[in-house]
């Protein structure tokens, strides 16, 4: 996904649309997998955007929400393991945040 770019301002519901655009697209993959496969999946993709995105505040902004959309399109269940408190923790939504906060304040022993 290029990074927007125009003479005008910049349009607040662009990373929306572009957060819903990688959603739409990586979310048939991601429903089959584990949690440690998505995440393991969601660092390439990571990786592959930003290369793709030429303005990292932008890409900051876009990729949140993608995350957001894919835990609540997987059914925005409670935290049940290390790897999906990693990816909750990686939400645009502060309520997957807290979730993971909880989550790995109370079981992740590898601190």
């Known amino acids: 996904m290029p990074s927007k770019s125009s003479g005008s301002a910049f349009d607040k519901s662009y990373p929306a649309s572009q957060g819903a655009a990688l959603a739409t697209l990586w979310l048939p993959k991601l429903a089959k997998l584990s949690w440690a496969e998505r995440l393991a999946m969601l660092d390439r993709i990571h990786e592959q ?7 990292l505040t932008l890409y900051c902004e876009v990729f949140p929400i993608f995350v957001s959309q894919i835990v609540d399109a997987l ?4 935290v049940t393991s290390r790897e999906q408190a990693h990816i909750y923790a990686n939400s645009a939504k502060e309520s997957h945040r807290r979730a993971a906060g909880q989550w790995l304040a109370k079981f992740d022993r590898t601190r």
């Open 75 to 78: 059914g925005n269940g409670p």
């Open 49 to 55: 955007v930003q290369d793709e995105y030429k303005d």
